[in-house]
């Protein structure tokens, strides 16, 4: 098919909704207002409203109120504040499609037992709090200087591939083993993660079911929300088998507003005083390495992203690092100063971003612009999370859509690190770094990396026959020899 073919049926596909929008040219980005580094986009102006997003929202935001028992457990909070602070963090994840992230934005989930193991170490109440808020501030000021001096976007191009694909293999072990040990969630809700997992497995990545969608629209709608399939039968299951209650719906007062004051006061640094100096070098360490690990998350987005893109010709995306480096640093730095959490503020929610990428290549007929499935999903999560009906009915399914989250967080980090991968060598040391950094962190993990990639990879006497006899993989295309 010719490309101005394709232009005609695109345009042909393209419904303009109910509100006028700015038009995007054949090929470019979606519509923006220039602002610095970041690129504002609004939603209902510059992209649309998608229902498949709004409706995977309603059930996917139950991974968000997740982190309420976390707050509670660790941090002693009431059950009021821990939700406000989610509400908080919620509205908080819109900056990135606002800014110009073409992302879903998340926690950084493989790094939570080291925020827990780390603040743990300090007593229940304010000094734990304050241990909270020097992590999290650091967290903050790495991103922010890696955004600023554009070191971000250059680190990412200086990584190996073998060392890029080591990282995800350690996320995505770290995701999936935290599931399956003796305190993990699948002992506790075994039946209900197994079918639920299964069914999100299936519906995400089955070849048959593929195929399925193809031949059939209701198929190819269940198909298109995502993860919302898998979480509707982990509602249903649950009680079915006892191992969780009963939803029960509440109304209360339909809306839940976020009492700030009160969260601020309980938490807040203004109020209950900053960290000593002892606190930030104690936590120093540990924000490298969640550092690290939310870098691994910017080698998934960047490869998502790139995938995505190439399957359209219609719009060009723009990640670009720096950017991404400088929105989680904003973020991290107002929840450290307002409500501090364990979660973190990462750059990508990997599970739901690889799902509305996935919907975004079926074509613009299925979803205009990437903005309009991220800049949707996240609006409605921060909307929903407010409801008293919708926190009350998944209350108690939170541990099944976190568990679902993190199995299939993992099940993409580990995909993604076998395709980038092109030697057994660089398969190996992948590998090797992998469960190194799942089994003593992130620090060894990248040192062990990088000197076995120095060590087996590099050919320091003579790299041209190196390459060419297939031990060493080439050097990534240029931009130049893309076009040719």
Same mark, same amino acid.
Do not use: C, K, N, W
């Given at each position: 098919m010719s490309n %101005? #073919? $394709?232009q005609k049926n695109a345009q042909q596909d393209y419904k303009p909704g109910v509100f006028p929008l700015k038009k995007r040219k054949w090929g470019e980005e979606e519509p923006y207002i220039k602002f610095g580094p970041f690129k504002i986009r609004i939603p209902f102006v510059h992209y649309k409203f998608e229902t498949a997003e709004a409706m995977q929202a309603i059930f996917m935001c139950a991974t968000c109120l997740g982190a309420i028992p976390v707050l509670t457990h660790y941090l002693g909070l009431s059950h009021e504040v821990a939700w406000a602070m989610v509400i908080i963090n919620g509205f908080l994840y819109f900056l990135h499609a606002s800014l110009g992230d073409p992302v879903v934005p998340g926690w950084i989930t493989p790094g939570i037992p080291l925020t827990l193991a780390f603040i743990t170490?300090?007593?229940?109440? %304010? $000094?734990? /709090?304050? %241990?909270?808020i020097a992590l999290q501030l650091l967290v903050a000021a790495i991103f922010l200087l890696m955004g600023i001096t554009g070191m971000a976007r250059k680190f990412v191009g200086w990584v190996p591939r073998p060392v890029q694909a080591g990282i995800l293999l350690g996320a995505g072990i770290l995701a999936v083993f935290n599931e399956f040990v003796p305190t993990g969630r699948f002992n506790l809700f075994p039946i209900t993660i197994g079918? %639920?997992?299964s069914v999100a497995a299936f519906t995400l990545f089955?070849? #048959?079911f593929k195929s399925m969608r193809a031949k059939n629209r209701i198929i190819n709608k269940i198909g298109s929300v995502g993860m919302l399939p898998a /979480?509707?039968?982990?509602?249903?299951?649950?009680p079915l088998v006892g191992e969780i209650p009963m939803p029960?719906? $509440?109304?209360?007062?339909?809306?839940? /507003?976020?009492?700030?004051?009160e969260v601020m006061r309980a938490i807040s640094p203004f109020y209950i005083g900053f960290p000593i100096w002892s606190m930030f070098v104690a936590a120093l360490p540990v924000a490298f390495m969640l550092y690290v690990i939310a870098f691994g998350d910017l080698i998934t987005t960047d490869a998502l992203t790139k995938d995505a893109d190439k399957a359209r010709d219609d719009e060009k995306i723009d990640l670009n690092a720096n950017r991404s480096n400088l929105i989680c640093g904003i973020r991290n730095g107002i929840m450290a100063l307002v409500a501090p959490y364990p979660q973190m503020s990462g750059p990508i929610w990997t599970a739901v971003t690889a799902a509305i990428l996935n919907r975004y290549k079926e074509g613009r007929k299925a979803m205009d612009s990437v903005f309009s499935g991220v800049g949707t999903f996240r609006m409605m999560t921060a909307f929903y999370i407010m409801l008293f009906p919708i926190a009350s009915l998944l209350r108690p399914v939170l541990p099944i859509a976190l568990s679902l989250t993190m199995l299939v967080t993992g099940f993409i980090c580990l995909s993604l690190a076998m395709s980038m991968c092109k030697t057994d060598k660089e398969r190996s040391i992948a590998g090797v770094m992998g469960c190194v950094l799942a089994a003593m962190g992130a620090m060894w993990g990248l040192a062990i990396g990088i000197g076995l990639y120095l060590l087996l990879e590099k050919d320091f006497v003579n790299r041209q026959e190196a390459i060419a006899d297939g031990t060493t993989a080439a050097p990534a295309a240029t931009k130049e020899d893309e076009k040719k």
């Open positions: %101005a #073919t $394709e170490t300090y007593d229940m109440g %304010a $000094e734990r /709090i304050h %241990a909270l079918i %639920a997992g089955s070849a #048959t /979480i509707i039968v982990g509602v249903i299951v649950g029960q719906v $509440e109304l209360g007062t339909f809306i839940f /507003i976020p009492p700030v004051g």
